[in-house]
């Protein structure tokens, strides 16, 4: 198997997971960035500055796990990915990546694990569907496609 990194995954997930568990014990609020990003405008007075606070430490986590995270763990890679895409099909990417958090009433991250872990149908049904998806895309552009 290609790029299997079971400790920084491991790391990554209980990451994840303690932040989450935080921000809806000290906040009771999800941590699904669809809903956070959705509640900033229109601003409400004394709900907009944990969000804001949360969205900001999303690319400043991201900074530090690449600058910190190649030391700390030999599996992560000391250079970011290439991306194949023109400027244009990142826009139409994140449209529909916008278009399908709109529709499914969340994002994956939001349904995935805060939706899960409060045992809600409409995020089993979510994921499900989510990972169907995804299955028989890596299905088509592995054995049909590639």
């Known amino acids: 198997m ?6 920084s995954a491991t790391v990554g ?21 669809s809903n956070i990003v959705g509640g900033i405008y229109p601003i409400r007075a ?3 500055l944990w969000r804001i606070v949360f969205l900001v430490g999303l690319p400043v986590g991201a900074w530090l796990g690449f600058q910190l995270g190649p030391a700390i763990l030999p599996e992560i890679p000391r250079t970011l990915p290439v991306i194949g895409l023109t400027p244009v099909a990142l826009v139409i990417a994140g449209l529909l990546v916008g278009v399908g ?3 499914g009433r969340g994002c994956t991250s939001g349904h ?3 939706g899960l872990s409060r045992l809600s149908v409409r995020s089993f049904a979510a994921v499900g569907t989510f990972m169907a998806t995804a299955m028989v895309t ?7 496609v590639g």
């Open 138 to 144: 890596v299905f088509v552009m592995r054995h049909v």
């Open 13 to 33: 997930g209980i990451l994840i997971g303690l932040a989450s568990t935080l921000l809806w014990v000290v906040n009771g609020r999800t941590a699904g960035i």
């Open 101 to 103: 958090t709109r529709v």
């Open 2 to 7: 290609e790029n299997f990194t079971p400790l």
């Open 46 to 48: 004394g709900d907009e």
């Open 112 to 114: 995935g694990i805060c």
